[in-house]
T-cell receptor
Framework: DTGVSQNPRHKITKRGQNVTFRCDPISEHNRLYWYRQTLGQGPEFLTYFQNEAQLEKSRLLSDRFSAERPKGSFSTLEIQRTEQGDSAMYLC??????????????FGPGTRLTVT | LAKTTQPISMDSYEGQEVNITCSHNNIATNDYITWYQQFPSQGPRFIIQGYKTKVTNEVASLFIPADRKSSTLSLPRVSLSDTAVYYCLLDGGSQGNLIFGKGTKLSVKP
């Protein structure tokens, strides 16, 4: 399977714990995006990378959220001191980079986080 | 940031044409309009993208008026498998402006 993969698919954690999610993009894609999706809402953009550079992070929800893509391949999203409001589906997507019209994004299946 | 507005839900019957409109009054000059389809427990999947006028591919058409303040996704002859949530996305490309609408839940009945 050469699509976008995310691990774990489900995560249950207790309030106050830290969690980390991993995303493996399509290998030739140099852009990687993270979104959060809550029930009944559209995906909410959090951040994106072009290769290893994080080009937009102002939309991360708070300073408890951070993302890395150290070698320009896989990426991790970490949430520190989780709160019940962090319960959501976290989606990763990848695409090629473009100077003009954006390329389509390929989404992974998501990681569902439940904070108890 | 620009905001998008879509109908919450729509019903249709198999074989009919379905048109879903997205309003985006404050669209930026560099924003492209992209539509995605999402099934339960899956990530969204690309349908079509455009900047202005009309775009058509093998599954849908996208109509964008000259003022670009709205866009309409047209699905010809829907089937039961088209039951899903449809999102419009404003994508500023390299600008990193990515805004999804709340989605339109399309229910196709036999």
């Amino acid at each position: 399977d050469t699509g976008v993969s995310q691990n774990p698919r489900h995560k249950i954690t207790k309030r106050g714990q830290n969690v980390t999610f991993r995303c493996d993009p399509i290998s030739e894609h140099n852009r990687l995006y993270w979104y959060r999706q809550t029930l009944g809402q559209g995906p909410e953009f959090l951040t994106y990378f072009q290769n290893e550079a994080q080009l937009e992070k102002s939309r991360l929800l708070s300073d408890r959220f951070s993302a890395e893509r150290p070698k320009g391949s896989f990426s991790t999203l970490e949430i520190q001191r989780t709160e019940q409001g962090d319960s959501a589906m976290y989606l990763c997507a990848s695409s090629l980079a473009a100077l003009g019209a954006p390329y389509e994004q390929y989404f992974g299946p998501g990681t569902r986080l439940t904070v108890t | 940031l620009a905001k998008t507005t879509q109908p919450i839900s729509m019903d249709s019957y198999e074989g009919q044409e379905v048109n879903i409109t997205c309003s985006h009054n404050n669209i930026a000059t560099n924003d492209y309009i992209t539509w995605y389809q999402q099934f339960p427990s899956q990530g969204p999947r690309f349908i079509i993208q455009g900047y202005k006028t009309k775009v058509t591919n093998e599954v849908a058409s996208l109509f964008i008026p000259a003022d670009r303040k709205s866009s309409t996704l047209s699905l010809p002859r829907v089937s039961l498998s088209d039951t899903a949530v449809y999102y419009c996305l404003l994508d500023g490309g390299s600008q990193g402006n990515l805004i999804f609408g709340k989605g339109t839940k399309l229910s196709v009945k036999p």
